[in-house]
């Protein structure tokens, strides 16, 4: 039942009234947890080795190219989340043909990124590399195959968050919920904006925090960026996220959501 509907089978008052306390529900931070600590990394997760060798292109960049990598960004980040949660590498093993590869890719990135985490033992084997970064960057070809069209990434219904208001409650609730979900071990993936500006539109994937005096300091992997970290921080006076250092962005507010942590969402 939406929540227009409750004024007319409730009192005024006590519609007013739970329509308040929903509303609070949603956009506050939780209370009554146990304090956090002041900086959280994901245990396993190593910013080169687990991360992809080859980036997303910006178009704009690239106008002439006929096989421009570009409009990926969800693709990637998605992709990183699942070979961390579902893969394992094999240095030792046998390498594999260039088919045989996208088949293993493709059994890593067919499980959905908010599935639990697999034990070793239950992990698609990745042979004849260390990491992830060995392998994209030898193996360029079949990984992009094996993860496939970004198609449906870019017209996810989600995406279209980036063209509505959120509030100050709102952008602390999920600031709040990217240092739970770090704390217990999980990497997030962040669909962030700065619109109406034209600039960004854009999925990274934190995997660390640091409380400073002001906020939340928040370590990202950007698609478009594949050799450095970036940093969107969280600012608890003004309860707003900046992009502090972000690919090709200029430091300045934006708005942030989480992506793919439910079968909705």
């Not at 260390?130 to 496939?148: D, I, V």
């Not at 700065?194 to 660390?208: D, G, M, R, S």
Request: charged share 20%; proline share 9%; with cysteine.
């Amino acid at each position: 039942m939406s929540r227009r509907a409750l004024p007319s089978l409730l009192s005024p008052a006590l519609a007013a009234l739970l329509c308040l306390l929903v509303a609070a529900c949603a956009t506050a931070p939780l209370s009554g947890r146990a304090p956090r600590p002041d900086a959280v990394s994901v245990p396993g997760f190593v910013f080169t080795p687990d991360t992809f060798a080859f980036a997303n292109l910006i178009a704009a960049r690239h106008p002439r190219g006929d096989d421009v990598y570009a409009h990926y960004c969800f693709v990637l980040a998605r992709g990183l989340r699942q070979f961390f949660g579902f893969a394992r590498f094999d240095p030792t093993g046998p390498r594999l043909s260039p088919d045989a590869y996208v088949e293993r890719v493709r059994a890593v990135t067919g499980r959905p990124p908010w599935a639990p985490t697999l034990t070793p033992d239950a992990r698609v084997v990745i042979p004849g590399y260390a990491n992830l970064r060995e392998f994209s960057a030898a193996e360029e070809r079949a990984l992009k195959e094996g993860l496939g069209s970004s198609f449906w990434t870019l017209v996810h219904w989600t995406n279209w968050r980036v063209t509505f208001p959120v509030t100050a409650g709102g952008q602390e609730a999920v600031a709040d919920e990217i240092m739970d979900e770090l704390a217990t071990g999980r990497l997030v993936q962040l669909l962030v904006t700065n619109l109406p500006k034209v600039e960004l539109n854009h999925t990274v994937v934190a995997f660390e925090y640091r409380v400073t005096a002001t906020g939340v300091e928040f370590g990202v992997w950007d698609p478009n960026e594949p050799d450095a970290p970036g940093v969107i921080t969280f600012d608890r006076g003004q309860r707003h996220f900046y992009a502090t250092r972000m690919f090709d962005t200029e430091p300045g507010p934006i708005r942030a959501f989480r992506m793919y942590y439910a079968w909705y969402l």
